[in-house]
């Protein structure tokens, strides 16, 4: 079955639930996407019955604290696992590229670094590449950002199903081709229009529920998926920041929660 496991839901500062990171799935294959601000990626991973043997490809959209540092934790599982003969694919832009080798060069120990060379294989992106991973067939995209180089993804799924990933900065024109009439957009939701003068989304560079309503609707895609959210409002989140998103954008809205399972189907 295609699916995404959301192992974290929210933003960078969050404490109550994690850091946003997520398993792309289908029969064969498992994209992690992202793994968060620390070992508490092994923590998700363990809850979501995943093992680390079983991640074959990982994506990193960017090289912040709360998206590339649980990258280390899982490299680091990688070389030391003794039941743990498999490659992992590692993708990303010059800069998470940079920002890895430098952290694990530093911390890693040598007969860590020689079981990360065995094991670890490193696909440095550039902008508009497509690739296999496994049976996805992915095409990344820089969006843009003015504050860290980010790389968002699109994924063709074996049943042709279509899944855009927008990062977690607003979305930028130049990226339409890329995610219009896609059949699931994923889109960073910070917090709601409604409370933006409380979490102030827009000098944080983030959206708010109702901009990524609006946004699904412009670019007529089939389903969205909203995360990368604050966290003081967890009781009421998916019920307010889907009516929010749906007064623009009137079919299928989906606010996970951490350790959620959304079926692609």
């Given at each position: 079955m295609n699916k995404i496991t959301m192992l974290g839901t929210g933003n960078a500062t969050v404490t109550h639930i994690y850091n946003t990171c997520f398993i792309l799935s289908t029969a064969t294959t498992r994209i992690l996407v992202d793994a968060g601000g620390g070992n508490g990626i092994l923590t998700q991973l363990r809850k979501a019955n995943v093992a680390i043997r079983d991640i074959h490809h990982l994506y990193v959209t960017h090289a912040h604290t709360d998206h590339v540092l649980g990258v280390i934790w899982v490299i680091r599982m990688v070389a030391q696992c003794k039941d743990n003969e498999n490659r992992l694919h590692i993708y990303g832009n010059d800069k998470v590229m940079k920002v890895v080798h430098t952290i694990i060069d530093m911390i890693l120990?040598?007969?860590?670094?020689?079981?990360?060379?065995?094991?670890?294989?490193?696909?440095?992106?550039?902008?508009?590449?497509?690739?296999?991973?496994?049976?996805?067939?992915?095409?990344?995209?820089?969006?843009?950002?003015?504050?860290?180089?980010?790389?968002?993804?699109?994924?063709?799924?074996?049943?042709?199903?279509?899944?855009?990933?927008?990062?977690?900065?607003?979305?930028?024109?130049?990226?339409?081709?890329?995610?219009?009439?896609?059949?699931?957009?994923?889109?960073?939701?910070?917090?709601?229009?409604?409370?933006?003068?409380?979490?102030?989304?827009?000098?944080?560079?983030?959206?708010?529920?109702?901009?990524?309503?609006?946004?699904?609707?412009?670019?007529?895609?089939?389903?969205?998926?909203?995360?990368?959210?604050?966290?003081?409002?967890?009781?009421?989140?998916?019920?307010?920041?889907?009516?929010?998103?749906?007064?623009?954008?009137?079919?299928?809205?989906?606010?996970?929660?951490?350790?959620?399972?959304?079926?692609?189907?």
């Open positions: 120990a040598k007969k860590q670094l020689n079981k990360v060379a065995e094991r670890v294989v490193f696909h440095q992106l550039t902008d508009g590449e497509s690739f296999e991973a496994g049976d996805i067939h992915l095409t990344c995209f820089d969006i843009h950002s003015t504050k860290e180089k980010q790389y968002g993804f699109r994924a063709q799924l074996p049943d042709a199903t279509v899944v855009a990933c927008l990062g977690d900065e607003p979305y930028n024109q130049l990226n339409r081709p890329y995610v219009e009439h896609a059949d699931w957009m994923m889109c960073e939701a910070f917090c709601l229009y409604a409370q933006r003068d409380t979490f102030k989304p827009y000098e944080k560079c983030h959206s708010t529920a109702l901009d990524a309503g609006r946004l699904a609707a412009e670019l007529d895609v089939k389903n969205l998926i909203l995360y990368h959210t604050e966290e003081k409002t967890l009781s009421t989140r998916r019920e307010s920041y889907t009516k929010e998103a749906s007064e623009n954008f009137k079919r299928k809205i989906v606010v996970p929660d951490d350790l959620e399972e959304i079926s692609l189907a």
